[in-house]
């Protein structure tokens, strides 16, 4: 395996582990755990963001003039990190809905 598809198997680790921990964050919202559920989507925001600096390596190697392959894989990368971007945003916007219904 090279260098680049390293970085890819990152990218849809880190974007998985955040769209699962941001779910888990739900879940324990749903039961009232707020508090438990705002340390959940702490770590699906770190997640996140490991995914996005191997993304943002990727762009910038390939600026500066690093050749990169545009295969199925790396396509599929993004649409890990994408979705898992969505699910982190709509999970936040729910659990304040969740916060406000139990007040």
Sequence with gaps: ???QEMDIFKIISSAGDARGSAFEALRLARKGDFE???EKMKEAK???LTAHEVQTKLITDEINGTPRESGLLMIHAQDHLMTSILA???IEEMIEMLKE???
């Design 101 to 103: 219904n139990n007040k």
């Design 36 to 38: 438990a559920a705002a």
């Design 1 to 3: 395996m090279n260098e």
């Design 46 to 48: 770190e997640q996140s």
């Design 88 to 90: 982190r945003d709509l």
